[in-house]
C-alpha cells in the first residue's frame, strides 16, 4: 500500500537558524498537506499543495511539492520558538484516504 | 462555531473492558475520520464516515472496533474487549460536504486518549 516517510525524524536547532523537512511517498500523490501538531495538542491544517512543482508561502513557512508529486519539503526561514511542534506530512492519491507520515520533531533552543 | 468536540478526553480502562469515544464535528460538516496516533508515531486512518453511512473502513482493525455516525448525535467509535496495545490517542477530524472524498483539509478534535491498565 501506499507509503509516506519523513526524514529527519527529530531536529535541534539554535533559534534563528533554519529547519527543514522532507516527505517522500512510494506513489504518485494527487495532493499533499502539511500538518502541526503541538506537544500534547492535535494536528492542525497548514496548507495543501495540488500541482506539480507548486510551491507555496505562509510568512517563514515555505512548502514544495516535487515536480513527480511523489515529494514534498517544508522549510522554516529563522526558526522561533513558536515553532516548536510535529510537523507531519499528509499524502493521498485520490480515492485513498490521506495517509500521514510520522512526522519530523522540531525543537528550537533559544 | 464550535470546533470538533470529542470526548472523554482521557478515558482508562482495563482490559477486557468497552470504550466508546464521541465525536461532534464541526458545524456544517457531514464527513467525520477517525485516526489512531501512537507515541511517537503518525495518524493511522481507522475509517471515513457520513451520516448513515460508513464510507471507508479499510484501516479499521476487523474485530472488536466499530464505528457508527447516526443521524442524529455524534459518531462513536467503539471498542470492545479492550487490550493493552489499544492504547493511543484516538483522533476524530471533520470536512465539509463540498470537499471532495479524502481531499482538502481536515479540523482535528483535540482527541481523545485511551489508556488500558
Known amino acids: 500500500g501506499q507509503q509516506v516517510m519523513q526524514i529527519p525524524q527529530y531536529q535541534h536547532v539554535q533559534e ?14 494527487s495532493n499533499i498537506q502539511w500538518y502541526k501538531q503541538r506537544p500534547g495538542g492535535h494536528p492542525v491544517f497548514l496548507i495543501q499543495l495540488v500541482k506539480s512543482g507548486e510551491v507555496k508561502k505562509q510568512k517563514r513557512l515555505t512548502f514544495q511539492f516535487g515536480e513527480a508529486k511523489k515529494n514534498s519539503s517544508l522549510h522554516i526561514t529563522a526558526t522561533q520558538t513558536t515553532d516548536v511542534g510535529t510537523y507531519f506530512c499528509a499524502g493521498t492519491s485520490g480515492n485513498t484516504p490521506l495517509v500521514f507520515g ?8 533559544a | 462555531n464550535a470546533g470538533v468536540m470529542q470526548n472523554p478526553r482521557h478515558l482508562v480502562r482495563r482490559r477486557g473492558q468497552e470504550a466508546r469515544l464521541r465525536c461532534s464535528p464541526m458545524k456544517g460538516h457531514s464527513h467525520v475520520y477517525w485516526y ?15 451520516k448513515e453511512n460508513i464510507i471507508d473502513e479499510s484501516g479499521m482493525p476487523k474485530e472488536r472496533f466499530s464505528a457508527e455516525f447516526p ?6 467509535l467503539r471498542i470492545q ?7 493511543a490517542a484516538y483522533f476524530c477530524a471533520s470536512s465539509p460536504p463540498a470537499q471532495g472524498r479524502h481531499t482538502g483539509e481536515l479540523f482535528f478534535g483535540e482527541g481523545s486518549r485511551l489508556t488500558v491498565l
Request: glycine residues 10%; charged residues 25%; neutral net charge.
Open chain 1, 16 to 29: 534563528g537558524e533554519d529547519f527543514t523537512t522532507y516527505c517522500n511517498s512510494s506513489t504518485t500523490l
Open chain 1, 102 to 109: 510520522k512526522g519530523t520533531r522540531l525543537s528550537v533552543i
Open chain 2, 36 to 50: 489512531r496516533q501512537l507515541p511517537e508515531e503518525g495518524l493511522k486512518f481507522m475509517v471515513y464516515l457520513q
Open chain 2, 71 to 76: 443521524k442524529e448525535g455524534p459518531s462513536i
Open chain 2, 81 to 87: 474487549q479492550v487490550v493493552r496495545g489499544d492504547s
